[in-house]
């Protein structure tokens, strides 16, 4: 459920007419969908929804980030198969074969999203059938990616992981200085490493001062550090 309603601040047509699927839609589209879509605001752990449930629709991030995983029956370990950022879509497997929910999808950061319901996408995508082109254009790199992560986390050690997910939470930004708003038990459930892991190679990085942490953020004092790490050879697996 989430955690709050967004603020009046958000302009939905703005929103709906920036985001990568509905960028070049005609205005009478987003005109329609904003009049219908319905903004949702997720702390940090939050569910959005749950493997097994029925889909309300598709969700639009606007802004933060998104965890989709799966868990082992017991509940013990997970595998998280993407991170959906700001200007991305997920939800779209329920909505297009009108099954249950495939995934978990929990905030991975504070986050903003629009839900499109399917009585009111599914129409415009009849209209108008560029977006639903686009709409596999976005499924397709989305399974690239998928395929990129799971290969990470089977033949890329977990300090790489790290630095990689830290990264791409912090958004693309040329400053060294960024702050991502997550817990170190999120970051754990993204690169797949024990809360007390995420914190000691968290620790060793803020006393070589790449880092900055607080009660749920981290502050990125040097990215060129954290891109050499990602990219380095004689990191250790541990």
Same mark, same amino acid.
Not at 11 to 35: C, G, N
Not at 38 to 53: H, I, M, N, T, W
């Given at each position: ?21 509905? =960028? ?32 309300? &629709?598709?969700?639009?991030v606007v802004s933060g980030y998104v965890r989709i995983s799966t868990s082992c029956p017991d509940g013990r370990s997970e595998l998280v198969m993407n991170l959906i950022g700001p ?11 009108? &099954?249950? =929910? ?31 082109? =686009? ?10 990616? !998928? ?6 986390? !089977? ?9 990689? !997910? ?28 024990? =809360? ?22 981290? !502050? ?7 891109e050499r790490i990602v990219s380095s050879d004689n990191v250790t697996r541990s």
């Open positions: 459920m989430p955690s709050g309603k967004v603020g009046p601040i958000l302009d939905k047509r703005t929103a709906l007419s920036q985001h990568e699927l509905f =960028r070049d839609a005609p205005q009478a589209v987003i005109d329609r969908l904003s009049l219908r879509v319905q903004p949702l605001a997720f702390e940090c752990g939050r569910r959005v929804f749950s493997r097994g449930d029925e889909s309300r &629709g598709l969700f639009a200007n991305e879509v997920f939800g779209e497997i329920a909505l297009l074969d009108h &099954g249950l =929910r495939t995934a978990d999808a929990i905030a991975a950061t504070q986050c903003c999203l629009l839900l499109l319901e399917r009585r009111d996408l599914f129409p415009a995508l009849h209209d108008f059938p560029v977006l639903a082109v =686009r709409l596999l254009a976005i499924l397709s790199g989305r399974l690239r990616r !998928t395929s990129q992560q799971l290969s990470d986390h !089977t033949f890329v050690c977990a300090q790489q992981r790290l630095a990689k !997910t830290l990264l791409l939470l912090s958004g693309h930004t040329e400053r060294d200085s960024a702050r991502v708003l997550t817990t170190q038990r999120e970051l754990g459930h993204m690169v797949g490493l024990s =809360r007390e892991g995420i914190n000691r190679h968290l620790s060793a990085w803020q006393r070589k001062g790449y880092i900055a942490l607080a009660p749920g953020a981290c !502050t990125i004092r040097d990215r060129t550090a954290l």
